[in-house]
């Protein structure tokens, strides 16, 4: 596997997902969207999630978006079964991609997503480069989130002693890759050099966010930015999260 792969990954399936689903047709992105099985009205209908996976993937995100870690093993299991036969049975197909609540999961949290029929699940171990070995903790490369300090809201930052989290988090790392300077100054140039760097040095770019923090913190903007960036790029694959794995299969002999 010669070729580099862009996905992204969006959780909680909230209203403002609509919103993504049009940025990413814009630019012939591809997006996995996971989502709750059980919703109230500030979350998309089924309708809504129906038009989403008609281009894109509808994962599943457990039924009542608990921690699963915390529960008992039987809950557990029903929480994650439970959103895999909706799903199925909303989209009529099998859904393939299983994601984390909170990423919450351990060892047999992995091992009951894996008996139930998913084909692997999404965590957010970041600033991944490589494909998954482990299929059932695919990891991400970056979030979307107010960088380089943390804020309250789109126009106030947060005064408080969790200010530099964001700088705390991905410091020592852009030290590490040796991204250009300006990843300290903003999401986006972080954002973009870490494509350049995938680009150069990895297997895959995987961008994942909450359509509710990107509305929060006005980052629309930049996410687009973003976007424009890295789209249609020649020997870049394009594709949904199962879809890597699928094709991880297929090429790995």
């Known amino acids: ?3 580099i792969i862009v996905t992204t990954s969006w959780d909680d399936g909230f209203k403002n997902d609509i919103k993504l689903l049009a940025l990413l047709d814009k630019y012939n992105l591809k997006g996995t969207f996971y989502v709750q099985s059980k919703r ?3 979350y998309l209908s089924d309708n809504e999630i129906k ?3 008609v281009n894109h993937e509808v994962g599943a995100h457990s039924v009542n ?3 699963l870690d915390k529960l008992g093993l039987d809950e557990a299991d029903e929480e994650i079964k439970g959103s895999k036969i909706y799903f199925d049975n909303l989209l009529e ?3 393939k991609m299983f994601c984390y609540p909170r990423n919450k999961f351990n060892d047999q949290i992995k091992q009951i997503t894996k008996s139930v029929g998913f084909l692997g699940a999404r965590s957010t171990r970041r600033l991944c480069f490589c494909l ?3 299929f059932f903790d695919f990891g991400v490369t970056l979030n979307i989130y107010p960088f380089p300090f943390r804020k309250k809201n789109s126009n106030r930052i947060l005064i408080h ?3 530099l989290d964001p700088m705390k988090k991905y410091f020592r790392d852009i030290i590490k890759l040796k991204l250009p300077f300006n990843s300290f100054l903003s999401w986006e140039n972080l954002a973009k050099n870490s494509f350049d760097y995938a680009t150069k040095n990895g297997q895959i770019f995987h961008l994942y966010g909450h359509s509710w923090e990107i509305e929060k913190y006005s980052m629309w903007r930049e996410l687009e930015n973003v976007f424009k960036y890295i789209a249609n790029r020649p020997n870049i694959l394009y594709l949904t999260n199962g879809e890597i794995l699928e094709y991880i299969e297929k090429n790995k002999n």
């Open 65 to 67: 978006h608990k921690e």
């Open 51 to 53: 038009e989403i996976s």
């Open 40 to 42: 109230t009205e500030k």
């Open 93 to 95: 197909k099998e859904t």
């Open 1 to 3: 596997m010669n070729k």
């Open 161 to 163: 002693k969790t200010v």
């Open 132 to 134: 998954p070995t482990d």
